[in-house]
């Protein structure tokens, strides 16, 4: 069976620095890769995902992250944050035969501090 | 309006009771699932269903029952509310042609006392 672990669970960052929330996954076949952001007191939400080709992956507001397959590493960047991106984040993994379901990591706590 | 809506937003019952969590979406999508999320363990799935005639058990069921009322609508029930099935519980649907970009509702906080 798959996993997903975020080893940290609470990250704080001042305004404009560089962040980068770690994801470490474990499965023995081909996986799919996402993060989802939660803001305060609302559902989850697709921040970005990998599925094939381009083992870098970015989204619409900034963010990026890298499959590394050889150190089972999803990690979520950004180089300069922004108050508006406190938020919850969650690691996500889905394997060939799962039925296409995913399985969530226990999710880092980003706030970004004035 | 919201695309994905949970009814109720907030409950408190206590342990034994039984209690339904309703969840309606009107993007026409075939999926539906419900999970809860507790501190510290990030969300896990309860059941999913991909059709109204197709009902499956997630990672965590037991304790649960689901119902697929139509294509639009999900309900989860709790036969007999214990105390640690307090939690934040999500409702989430997505496209057959994109199944791994799921679809969120606002959740609703159960409190078993």
């Known amino acids: 069976a798959q996993s997903v672990t975020q080893l940290d669970s609470q990250v704080p960052v001042f305004e404009e620095a560089p962040v980068e929330l770690r994801c470490n996954y474990s499965?023995?076949?081909?996986?799919?890769l996402f993060w989802y952001v939660q803001y305060p007191n609302q559902g989850l939400q697709l921040l970005l995902k990998?599925?094939?080709?381009?083992?870098l992956v970015e989204s619409i507001n900034g963010f990026e992250a890298e499959f590394n397959k050889s150190q089972t590493s999803f990690h979520l960047r950004k180089p300069s944050v922004h108050i508006s991106d406190t938020a919850e984040y969650f690691c996500a993994v889905s394997v060939s035969g799962s039925a296409r379901q995913l399985t969530f990591g226990s999710g880092t706590q980003l706030t970004v501090l004035p | 309006d919201a695309d994905v809506t949970q009814t109720p937003r907030n409950r408190i019952t206590k342990t034994g009771k039984r209690i339904m969590l309703e969840c309606s979406q009107t993007?026409?999508?075939?999926?539906m699932y419900w999970y809860r999320q507790d501190p510290g363990l990030g969300l896990r799935l309860i059941y999913y269903?991909?059709?109204?005639?197709?009902?499956n058990k997630g990672e965590i069921s037991d304790g649960y029952s689901v119902s697929r009322q139509a294509q639009a609508k999900f309900s989860l029930s709790l036969e007999s509310a214990i105390p640690n099935q307090t939690a934040l519980y999500f409702c989430?649907?997505?496209?057959?042609?994109?199944?791994?970009?799921?679809?969120f509702g606002p959740g609703t906080r159960l409190t078993v006392t």
């Open positions: 993007k026409g999508h075939d999926r």
């Open positions: 499965s023995s076949v081909s996986v799919y």
């Open positions: 989430a649907t997505s496209d057959i042609r994109d199944p791994y970009e799921q679809y």
């Open positions: 269903s991909f059709d109204v005639k197709d009902i």
């Open positions: 990998y599925l094939s080709g381009s083992t």
